[in-house]
């Protein structure tokens, strides 16, 4: 029997066809429709439609054709309180879909079609669907295909009418799933800024209510090879009511701190370290060394391989491979003189950006300020005197 996709005959024939067909399948529902109306037949019929999910014999274009066809019944039915229980019952069946088959890109697909079909008004609906289309991508590795920025998800999400905007709890769910769907995927960028948003969503009546948001955020961005500057976390308010404890400390040590506090915290707190997956001595010392690195080059711009290799506590054989190691973060740029055996570094970023920085940064352009009038004045008085001639 064919069930064809976005068929010309009205929603009620169509959920009798669906009905028939998951009938001949095996499932467990008639194939007659429901005396209660439309809405109780797309029940039953979402209740059954990953029958063939399992089914061998089923071919993935079969499925996706019979699922887009629940997708054209489900966009024409009048909104009413069941539909969008109907719309998350059907994202729920489709995020199992990676389970049998490889059957997720074509759940994908589908999800696709019904996240389009939704109008600004149904904005509330969207979200379940998104959501499902997260969970979905992230399981086959095709999150680039979903998320694409944060203002883009905000845009998709945003309505005119109030009632129909997800809640405030419902987005955070959808920026946790997000979060963790994106480091999965080897996306740490994405990831940190998706965090950043997440935590932001709370006010300060409620930011002692992300304790443990604001501590994966911490965890996630200390572990992530690729960020080193973490002085914004400080200023969120989640992250501050996590003042006392270990993970905050950990977190300032990396703003703020050497290498020797580092080691010093990490002889004191070994068990708290080993119990966070994520953190990974090693690699935490790796990271500690350039950001001591980036400290010392504040300071002086030119060092010998004997002082990098006792502030940083490596070898001094190991400095020059660290050196270029610490290039490739392109928080510097450094020159290495191998006969005299010194480094000299130039333009290294700031760690934390503060008062002190903001003062050096006026007194440059205050520099360059005056530069300019003098420029300017000289120009002037040249201009002037060739007139006179």
Not at 78 to 90: C, G, N, R, Y
Not at 181 to 187: E, I, Q, R
Not at 356 to 383: E, I
Request: with cysteine.
């Amino acid at each position: 029997m064919d069930v064809y996709t976005f068929n010309e005959n009205e929603e009620h024939q169509q959920a009798i066809e669906l009905r028939k067909y998951y009938h001949s399948k095996e499932a467990e529902i008639s194939p007659e429709p429901s005396a209660k109306g439309i809405e109780d037949d797309m029940h039953k019929i979402i209740a059954v439609c990953d029958i063939t999910f399992s089914q061998e014999d089923v071919l993935e274009a079969e499925i996706e054709g019979t699922l887009n066809s629940i997708v054209s019944v489900l966009m024409v039915m009048p909104t009413t309180e069941k539909t969008e229980a109907l719309i998350v019952a059907f994202c729920e069946k489709l995020t199992k879909a990676p389970l049998h088959r490889n059957l997720g890109s074509a759940a994908l697909r589908v999800l696709y079609v019904l996240f389009q079909a939704m109008t600004t008004d149904k904005v509330c609906m969207k979200y379940h669907i998104y959501l499902a289309m997260v969970q979905v991508s992230g399981k086959i590795g095709e999150i680039a295909a979903v998320y694409a920025c944060m203002p883009g998800l905000k845009k998709a999400m945003a309505s005119d009418h109030a009632l129909q905007k997800p809640s405030t709890e419902q987005m955070q769910q959808l920026l946790r799933t997000l979060h963790q769907t994106l480091l999965d995927n080897m996306m740490s960028d994405e990831a940190s800024a998706v965090m950043l948003e997440l935590l932001a969503s709370y006010s300060t009546e409620n930011a002692s209510q992300a304790r443990e948001d604001a501590q994966r955020c911490i965890v996630a961005c200390i572990a992530d090879p690729n960020t080193f500057i973490l002085d914004h976390l400080l200023s969120l308010k989640p992250v501050k009511f996590l003042e006392g404890d270990l993970v905050h400390d950990l977190l300032e040590v990396f703003v703020k701190g050497g290498i020797e506090d580092y080691l010093e915290f990490y002889q004191n707190h070994k068990e708290f370290v080993a119990q966070k997956p994520a953190l990974d001595h090693a690699a935490n010392l790796r990271k500690m060394r350039v950001l001591t690195l980036l400290s010392l080059a504040q300071e002086r711009e030119e060092m010998s391989y004997a002082q990098l290799s006792q502030a940083l506590r490596i070898e001094e054989a190991e400095v020059e491979a660290f050196i270029i190691e610490a290039l490739r973060t392109k928080l510097l740029v450094a020159r290495m003189d191998q006969r005299a055996r010194t480094v000299r570094i130039t333009r290294p970023e700031h760690r934390t950006f503060g008062e002190p920085q903001w003062a050096a940064l006026a007194t440059v352009l205050r520099g360059w300020s005056q530069r300019v009038a003098v420029v300017k004045d000289q120009m002037h008085a040249t201009a002037t005197a060739i007139v006179g001639q």
